[in-house]
């Protein structure tokens, strides 16, 4: 098998999630004093590739540890929405299915092309790749939950359109422009009832999502291919730091 990796790099450097805490790292032990390195890591769970388990919205969901092997693995479709969906557009089903063939219990990796403005591309452009990334609406996730897909990845920063996170409140100057390239208010386009509908909607389904796929994910497009996740063995824990592998025939 070639192993294609779908991770974004994880530095001091990676953005957290907009109010989350950033990953801090310091050595308390060096090789000169102690005869060793070590280091004290301290983060939220929402910094670079990560899977937002249930319990991330759901009081009684499932911790990452309860997430069976075999939910993390498995056959997926690669999605290449780059061409069809730019700043704060919305992806629909209808897009995905005319550009690859998906099955029911698939993982589905979304390719939107924002990776490329991830901190660690030449292209790098934080504000782009959190705040006006493309995403879904009610439709697609209805979908999501008919298709009982495994999980779901992006290649940005969340797998909810950034109008319909906390962005939408902290940034007001990019959700007028959101307006403007939506042709609508966003209390027209998403309502309250919609509010993080990827996250609060598919969650009690267990139907979650991985975010800030990067890595390779350019090899992959419009494809099925074979896909692990791989978080830590996690218990009580609501989301979790992850790497993303690819498995294809060699």
Known sequence: MKLIDLTQPLSISTPAWPTYEPLQVKYFKRLSSN??????????????????????????????????????????????????????????????????????????????????????????????????????????????????????????????????????????KLAKEAEAKLGKSLDEVFPPYKYQLMHIYLFPYNIIHAENLGGDIDLLLNKRTIVGAFPWRFVDGESSICRIVAFEND
């Open 35 to 172: 005869g060793a390195n070590g280091q004290l890591i301290t983060t939220s769970n929402h910094v670079g590739t990560h899977m937002d388990g249930s319990r991330h919205f759901v009081t009684h969901g499932r911790d990452i540890a309860a997430i069976p092997l075999e939910e993390l693995y498995g056959e997926a479709a690669v999605v290449d929405l780059s061409d069809a969906a730019g700043d704060y557009e919305i992806y629909t089903s209808k897009m995905i299915m005319d550009r690859v063939e998906v099955k029911k219990q698939d993982i589905l990796i979304i390719h939107t092309g924002y990776h490329h403005y991830a901190w660690d591309q030449p292209e790098a452009d934080e504000v782009r790749y959190m705040c006006k990334h493309p995403g879904p609406d009610m439709e697609f996730a209805e979908w999501c939950k008919d298709m009982q897909l495994k999980w779901i990845g992006v290649d940005c920063g969340s797998a909810d359109h950034p109008m319909n996170t906390i962005i939408r409140n902290i940034q007001p």
